[in-house]
Nanobody, 121 residues
């Protein structure tokens, strides 16, 4: 079994910063693309940022220039540095990781448990 454990969420004021972490553990052979998604109340889950195994990145339009996704392959961890946070960033943030559990096996998508980010005065 593969587990994704998220951390780093919390309450911050507008303009503040947070860094989210998501660490993969368990039986895994390699990790492909990793990403962050978020879901606010009464809204659809949306892409925040993705990073490939080669560390190329892509961001949702609403977070471009403010958020930075990165990864530490030695730690099987993906990070999301969130700067200049706005109230509209308030949501539950979920990490998404594509894992190959064995040589020759296909990649399988796993989701983290979600971490709450609240931006409020």
């Amino acid at each position: 079994q593969v587990q994704l454990v998220e951390s780093g969420g919390g309450l911050v004021q507008p303009g503040g910063s947070l860094r989210l972490s998501c660490a993969a553990s368990g039986s895994l052979f390699s990790i492909g693309a990793m990403g962050w998604y978020r879901q606010a109340p009464a809204k659809e889950r949306e892409l925040v940022a993705i990073i490939s195994s080669g560390s190329s990145t892509n961001y949702g339009n609403s977070v471009k220039g403010r958020f930075t996704i990165s990864r530490d392959n030695a730690k099987n961890t993906v990070y999301l540095q969130m700067n200049n946070l706005k109230p509209e960033d308030t949501a539950v943030y979920y990490c998404n990781t594509n894992v190959k559990r064995n040589y020759g096996s296909p990649y399988v998508t796993y989701w983290g448990q979600g971490t709450q980010v609240t931006v409020s005065s």
